[in-house]
């Protein structure tokens, strides 16, 4: 049986400032693992090949394909191990503890070799600036598994209600996936429309990969360690349409931040909200409304109520036989 968390532990409070450098680290050695996903998976529409997920234990890879067997890596936040498995049964664990991104490189290539799985990857973080080859990368060193360990939880949360908005939608939406460049979670709704060439900058990232993450219309939200003092929900548009920072989102706390040109609530105001689960899914409901009717979506077309089935229903009308 589950333990029942209390609020406290269900919304856990993590001060930013508190965990930087380690966070700063970590984001480091998910980009390796990001990397090495990117190297083996098939190219898929906006990158949707490349991020990873949060998992019962921490972030994960998902299943990555090698010729005709696969393998996949998880960062378990609870053991914290970063956890390697083949689908020969090969298995390899590395330790997460305070050590340099340049140890964490080689140990994870060199596990990695040992189970028979060649990779090569772009070994320069991308998104950052200054982006110092990981192999060379002494700098970030450090690893609080407690501040990790609420980090996770915090994705838990915002894992679990993304997802809950992502099921009113059922136009093209993009999984609720963990972005280890921008180090943030994600999840994307389209209208079906094209956008206007993106123009890039994003610092050591080709602008060809921003123009491949949007070439279509888009609503965005999500979760990141920033934007507030404990981290923030986000959602922005692109293209922007007229009038999108000025339209009346909820709750009362959501605000247009134009240092960061998106909308955000902060996270220890939905922390200390009467009704979290409330707050965030009217935050992302009243944003990507803001998008959808100042951009003249096709509501109709793309949206279904989450409850047009009744589960009891459809499990009673399964075949049995």
């Known amino acids: 049986m589950l333990e029942r968390k209390t609020p406290e532990q269900v919304w856990p409070a993590l001060r930013v400032d508190d965990w930087t450098d380690t966070r700063n680290t970590l984001h480091m050695w998910t980009q390796i693992v990001g990397k090495i996903r990117m190297a083996h998976a098939p190219l898929l529409n906006h990158w949707w090949q490349v991020p990873l997920y949060v998992s019962p234990r921490g972030l994960t890879t998902s299943s990555i394909p090698y010729g005709a067997e696969s393998f996949d890596i998880e960062f378990d936040f609870l053991d914290h191990e970063l956890k390697i498995r083949t689908s020969r049964g090969g298995a390899a664990g590395i330790p997460l503890v305070p050590k340099t991104v340049a140890t964490f490189y080689d140990e994870t290539l060199t596990a990695l070799k040992e189970l028979g799985v060649e990779t090569h990857i772009s070994a320069t973080p991308n998104e950052v600036d200054p982006a110092i080859p990981f192999a060379e990368d002494t700098e970030h060193r450090s690893y609080d598994a407690d501040a990790v360990h609420l980090f996770w939880r915090q994705l838990l949360q915002a894992d679990r209600l993304i997802h809950e908005f992502r099921s009113r939608f059922i136009g093209k939406v993009s999984p609720v996936h963990f972005f280890w460049g921008s180090f943030d979670m ?136």
């Open 186 to 321: 994600a999840c994307t709704r389209f209208s079906g429309r094209t956008a206007p060439t993106h123009p890039g900058g994003a610092p050591n990232c080709g602008d060809w990969v921003m123009v491949e993450g949007y070439s279509h219309e888009l609503s965005s939200c999500g979760f990141w360690p920033g934007g507030g003092e404990e981290g923030a929900f986000y959602a922005y548009a692109y293209p922007q349409p007229d009038g999108f920072a000025d339209y009346p989102v909820r709750p009362a706390d959501a605000f247009w931040s134009k240092d960061f040109v998106q909308f955000l609530l902060p996270y220890e105001k939905v922390r200390a909200a009467t009704d979290p689960d409330a707050a965030v899914l009217d935050f992302l409901q009243s944003t990507y409304e803001a998008d959808a009717e100042l951009g003249n979506w096709d509501r109709n077309a793309l949206e279904a109520p989450p409850d047009r089935l009744d589960p009891f229903q459809v499990h009673r009308s399964r075949p049995t036989g």
